[in-house]
């Protein structure tokens, strides 16, 4: 048998040292219907090392070849063909019926110009695609063909390996000895298309698109980069300076400075929330300012009223600076009230007694001082014995 004497002397000439699988090209089984090859491995003794027989596993590739044959549409003039490790032709151009005759080589089947004068330059080019495939490599390559009228044609080619796995035990009498992984190629199959082909069209107008499609792409994420950019100029404008303006105005509340609200306060761009937020602050300081007005020009009443409602507003933004300052003014506001109640000898001033103004103003002051001597407590850890300490006293700071 053909199987067995190829197997045997693949394994005389590798031994050990290379993969011992051999596979046969595909034939036609006994009766000429069923279409299959033959896979053997050699079996050794394993003390003489000695040739002994083969194990052989017939195997069906009709499925594989039909699918190349029947079920795969080129372009054009293109064409599949398959060849063994051995490079033998298993099918080709108009040779894609397997039988136990000996196939062409297939470079007679692709290149067709076999009487033309300068075919040998082209047979040379293709033998090398052949070398590679026959090698177990993937590639694809252009060549040229003459027809049998010695015309040219330019070919793509594209050819890649069918590889398997099989192991040989190291030692056939004892299996732990483990054994060795071989990759073996059994086919090479390559797809061949003309260079002027649909497909070459079909592929110049997708990289025409293509490119379409990144000019489109590159527009797209510059229009997005200056849409980003609009929106953080916007962003910029409609919150973040007037953020900083207002983040001025809690500073100024923080150091009880006095300004004109009619101007510091007016807010031509911004948000919503930022707007209502200049518009509490600027209430907030009209209320301070009348305060202070009614307490100098000794409406205490009004001055009163206005301390208590800027003492909550403080409260709520948890203003320690500010409810000292405040509460200190209230302390101050009723010690007045009673100096007035001693000189003009009332009973009463906004509805509180003497003993209710003592209660309430040294409770004022004591809260002053408490928060007073917490800011410097904190101050004095923070800085220490420095410039900005004498500062803190209330000295001149440059």
Request: include cysteine; proline fraction near 4%; hydrophobic fraction near 40%.
């Amino acid at each position: 048998r053909g199987w067995y004497d190829s197997g045997k002397k693949k394994w005389e000439s590798i031994h050990i040292d290379d993969n011992p699988l051999y596979v046969t090209a595909p034939y036609l089984f006994v009766g000429g219907v069923i279409l299959g090859q033959t896979t053997t491995l050699p079996l050794v003794d394993p003390n003489t090392n000695n040739y002994i027989g083969q194990t052989i596993v017939d195997i069906d590739p009709s499925l594989t070849f039909n699918g190349l044959t029947n079920n795969t549409e080129l372009f054009d003039d293109g064409f599949p063909f398959v060849i063994n490790e051995d490079g033998g032709t298993v099918i080709g151009p108009n040779s894609t019926k397997i039988t136990n005759e000996a196939k062409p080589p297939i470079e007679t089947l692709i290149l067709l110009g076999g009487d033309c004068t300068d075919n040998n330059n082209d047979i040379d080019s293709f033998r090398t695609i052949l070398s590679d495939m026959k090698e177990g490599r993937s590639n694809t390559v252009e060549f040229t063909r003459q027809r049998k009228d010695c015309s040219t044609q330019d070919m793509y080619i594209s050819y890649s390996p069918v590889i398997v796995k099989n192991f040989f035990p190291l030692n056939s009498s004892d299996f732990s000895r483990g054994v060795k992984e071989y990759a073996s190629m059994i086919y090479s199959i390559a797809l061949v298309l003309p260079a002027s082909s649909t497909f070459q069209r079909s592929a110049a107008s997708l990289g025409r698109s293509l490119i379409i499609v990144i000019i489109v792409l590159v527009v797209l994420i510059l229009l997005g980069m200056a849409s980003i950019a609009y929106c953080l100029v916007r962003i910029n404008s409609l919150v973040i300076i007037p953020m900083l303006c207002l983040l001025e105005e809690i500073k100024n509340v923080n150091r009880c400075e006095d300004h004109d609200a009619s101007s510091d306060f007016t807010a031509e761009v911004g948000s919503r929330e930022i707007k209502n937020a200049y518009a509490t602050f600027e209430l907030l300081f009209k209320i301070v300012r009348l305060a202070n007005s009614a307490y100098f020009s000794g409406d205490l009443q009004v001055a009163y009223i206005a301390f208590v409602d800027v003492l909550s507003a403080f409260k709520l933004l948890k203003n320690k600076k500010a409810i000292g300052v405040t509460s200190n003014n209230l302390g101050n506001v009723m010690c007045v009230m009673y100096r007035t109640m001693m000189t003009t000898g009332d009973d009463m001033i906004c509805g509180m007694t003497k003993r209710e103004i003592i209660s309430k103003g040294t409770a004022y002051f004591l809260h002053a001082i408490t928060l007073g001597e917490e800011a410097y407590d904190q101050f004095y850890e923070e800085e220490g014995w420095s410039k900005k300490l004498s500062c803190f006293h209330g000295a001149p700071c440059k």
